[in-house]
């Protein structure tokens, strides 16, 4: 069995990145609700608009499951990412589908940052390391509505503006975990009800 663990195929270097992770809340909820058909166009539509929003801010998603969208940036473009992951909460709040459907759409977030390896796997790119659990984790943690920013992203983004957040627990990296409240930029101009 030994023999069959063998390198991942292609160049695989370490690279400092950061991490965005969105997940819809209430997306059982709305299974269960909805007719197949219109959940799955809803669904569909959902992640394509993330796709596009993480794009337009100079990122790459990685993955996305159901209802959960990870995308990464090099980790001096931090400030892009956080700016991404305040956007894409305004996005699903006006996804005009959902109205229509009679849902509204809220979000969780993470965003982390440190030292991965990335590398191409089944053809998809992929990144492998402890920062992308810890933006998974953040993202559990975060109440609908908001994102959780690590002390390494701040670091490589002291412009971005944050409060913050009560120690966490987090499920692999122990108690009094340091987290951040995103808080919108100056200019963003206050959230409508819809995006809060």
């Keep these: 069995m030994a023999d069959l663990l063998l390198p991942l195929p292609g160049a695989h270097d370490s690279t400092h990145a950061c991490f965005v992770l969105v997940d819809l809340v209430g997306s059982t909820a709305m299974a269960q609700q909805l007719p197949l058909r219109n959940y799955q166009t809803l669904m569909q539509e959902f992640v394509q608009v993330m796709i596009l929003s993480f794009e337009a801010r100079g990122g790459e998603v990685l993955q996305h499951q159901g209802d959960a969208v990870l995308a990464w940036w090099p980790l001096q473009q931090a400030a892009q990412a956080c700016a991404a992951a305040h956007d894409a909460h305004g996005r699903a709040a006006r996804l005009t589908l959902a109205a229509s459907l009679g849902q509204r759409l809220h979000l969780r977030a993470g965003v982390s940052g440190g030292e991965v390896i990335m590398g191409v796997v089944g ?3 992929s990144a492998y390391g402890l920062p992308v659990n810890y ?3 953040l993202c559990d943690a975060a109440e609908p509505g908001q994102t959780l920013v690590c002390d ?5 983004a002291p412009g971005v503006r944050t409060e913050p957040y009560q120690p966490l627990h987090l499920q692999g990296f122990g108690e009094n975990c340091c987290a951040h409240l995103l808080l919108p930029p100056l200019n963003a101009g206050p959230r409508t009800a819809d995006e809060s």
């Design 123 to 125: 053809g998809q790119n």
């Design 135 to 137: 933006a998974t984790r």
């Design 152 to 156: 390494a992203v701040l670091s490589s």
